[in-house]
C-alpha cells in the first residue's frame, strides 16, 4: 500500500489541524499516512480522536520545524530533522510515495529538489495550481512560484509537465497547452516568451495550442497555461485578491440593500455554497502539486484546515497511482532528444 508522508508541523495551525485532516484522509479514503514532526504534540491528538491504533495512521518523529521567515534554502540544509526535510527523505527512500507540505512554499520547494532530487532531464521543476474556469473544470496555471526566471527550454518543459498532469491525473483526452502572454501573435512578448513560443510550435511532444492571454485563464479555452514562476504567482494572489474582494463587494451590497436585498440573499445562499463557493475553495482541491521530482509533493496553503489537508492527501495518492513520476521521466527524455535533434538540424542549416 502506498504512503503519503505528512509534514504535521507546517503551516498555521499545525499540528492540530494538519492531524485532523491526516485522519480524516485514512478515515474517509483508507490511505496510509505518516504524520511527521513532533511525537509529543501529535500523539495527543491522535489519542483524543481515538486514532491512535489505527493501522492506516503512523507518526514519524522530527525533532525541527522549518518556519515561514526563515531562508528555505538554509534552513533546510542547517535543519537536516525539521519536518518537511524528514518528509522528503521518507519519498526519498520509497519509505513514501508522496509528501504534503502546508506552510512554506520555499521550503517545500527545497524539500522537493534538494531531498527528493529532480526526474533526470528536468533542469527546473515547477509548480502546477488548478484555477476554476467557466466550463465547470480547471486551467493548470505552471509555473506559480518555483521559477522565477526560467529560460525557453524549461517552459518548454513545463508545457511537458503540465500537460501529462492534466491527462493523468484529470483524464483529459488531449489536453490544450496555451503559453502566457501578451497577444495572440507570435512575435509579442519577451524574447524569452517568443523563443518558447517558436519551439513549443516546433515539438510534436505536447499539443500546442498558441498564446494565451491573461482574459483566457478563467475561460477555459486553455486547459493548461504555461509562464514563469514570478508572473504566474502575481496572477495566483491577485486571483485570490480579486476573490476576496468580490465577496466583500457583495456583502456590502446585501447589507446596504435592505430587507429585499437581505431575503433574497438567503434564498439563493444554499445554491451559492454549493456552486460558486465550492468552486473557489482552495481546501476542495487541497494544494498545488510540485511537479518533476522523482516522488509526489503536494504543497498547501499556509492557512489550511483539515479539510484541504485530507484533500491534498487525495491528490497525492492520485499522483501515485497514475504513475506520473515516472511518465514524465520517459517523455522528458523523449522531447529533449527531439530539441536537440531540432538544435542540430537548425545549426546544419544556418
Known amino acids: 500500500?502506498?504512503?503519503?508522508?505528512?509534514?504535521?508541523?507546517?503551516?498555521?495551525?499545525?499540528?492540530?489541524?494538519?492531524?485532523?485532516?491526516?485522519?480524516?484522509?485514512?478515515?474517509?479514503?483508507?490511505?496510509?499516512?505518516?504524520?511527521v514532526?513532533?511525537?509529543?504534540?501529535?500523539?495527543?491528538?491522535?489519542?483524543?480522536?481515538?486514532?491512535?491504533?489505527?493501522?492506516?495512521?503512523?507518526?514519524h518523529h522530527a525533532s525541527q520545524v522549518i518556519e515561514m521567515d526563515e531562508h528555505p534554502g538554509l534552513a533546510f540544509r542547517k535543519k537536516k530533522d525539521a519536518s518537511v526535510s524528514v518528509a522528503a527523505s521518507l519519498v526519498r527512500s520509497g519509505e513514501c510515495g508522496a509528501m504534503v507540505a502546508p506552510g512554506s512554499t520555499g521550503a517545500a520547494v527545497a524539500a522537493g529538489l534538494l531531498g527528493i532530487?529532480?526526474?533526470?532531464?528536468?533542469?527546473?521543476?515547477?509548480?502546477?495550481?488548478?484555477?476554476?474556469?467557466?466550463?465547470?473544470?480547471?486551467?493548470?496555471?505552471?509555473?506559480?512560484?518555483?521559477?522565477?526566471?526560467p529560460n525557453s527550454e524549461n517552459l518548454v518543459q513545463n508545457a511537458l509537465l503540465g500537460y501529462w498532469y492534466a491527462r493523468l491525473v484529470h483524464h483529459i483526452q488531449e489536453p490544450r497547452v496555451g503559453l502566457l502572454n501578451i497577444g495572440e501573435e507570435s512575435i509579442k512578448g519577451s524574447p524569452v516568451?517568443?523563443?518558447?513560443?517558436?519551439?513549443?510550435?516546433?515539438?510534436?511532444?505536447?499539443?500546442?495550442?498558441?498564446?494565451?492571454?491573461?482574459?483566457?485563464?478563467?475561460?477555459?479555452?486553455?486547459d493548461v497555461i504555461v509562464t514563469d514562476g514570478f508572473t504566474g504567482n502575481v496572477v495566483l494572489k491577485f486571483a485570490e485578491g480579486l476573490s476576496t474582494f468580490f465577496m466583500q463587494l457583495v456583502k456590502d451590497s446585501i447589507s446596504e440593500g435592505g430587507l429585499v436585498a437581505k431575503l433574497g440573499a438567503l434564498a439563493v445562499h444554499p445554491a451559492l455554497k454549493r456552486g460558486m463557493m465550492k468552486k473557489i475553495?482552495?481546501?476542495?482541491?487541497?494544494?498545488?502539486?510540485?511537479?518533476?521530482?522523482?516522488?509526489?509533493?503536494?504543497?498547501?496553503?499556509?492557512?489550511?484546515?483539515?479539510?484541504?489537508?485530507?484533500?491534498?492527501?487525495?491528490?497525492?495518492?492520485?499522483?501515485?497511482?497514475?504513475?506520473?513520476?515516472?511518465?514524465?521521466?520517459a517523455a522528458v527524455g523523449d522531447i529533449n532528444t527531439e530539441t536537440l535533434e531540432q538544435k542540430m538540424q537548425i545549426d546544419a542549416e544556418g
Not at 492540530?16 to 491526516?22: H, R
Not at 532530487?117 to 505552471?142: C, D, S, V
Open 1 to 35: 500500500m502506498i504512503q503519503i508522508a505528512i509534514d504535521a508541523m507546517g503551516g498555521d495551525f499545525a499540528p492540530e489541524e494538519i492531524v485532523l485532516g491526516g485522519i480524516q484522509a485514512a478515515r474517509e479514503f483508507h490511505i496510509s499516512v505518516v504524520l
Open 193 to 222: 516568451a517568443a523563443e518558447t513560443f517558436a519551439k513549443l510550435s516546433r515539438q510534436k511532444a505536447v499539443p500546442f495550442a498558441g498564446n494565451a492571454e491573461g482574459r483566457d485563464i478563467p475561460s477555459g479555452k486553455f
Open 117 to 149: 532530487g529532480r526526474i533526470p532531464g528536468i533542469e527546473r521543476p515547477a509548480i502546477l495550481t488548478p484555477i476554476p474556469n467557466m466550463k465547470g473544470g480547471h486551467t493548470f496555471l505552471i509555473d506559480s512560484g518555483a521559477s522565477a526566471q
Open 281 to 329: 475553495d482552495y481546501a476542495e482541491y487541497g494544494g498545488a502539486p510540485l511537479l518533476g521530482i522523482r516522488g509526489g509533493l503536494v504543497i498547501c496553503h499556509g492557512a489550511s484546515r483539515a479539510k484541504a489537508i485530507k484533500n491534498a492527501v487525495g491528490l497525492a495518492e492520485r499522483i501515485c497511482n497514475e504513475r506520473v513520476c515516472e511518465v514524465i521521466a
Open 37 to 59: 514532526g513532533d511525537k509529543e504534540q501529535i500523539e495527543p491528538i491522535l489519542r483524543r480522536e481515538n486514532a491512535e491504533h489505527d493501522p492506516l495512521i503512523s507518526v
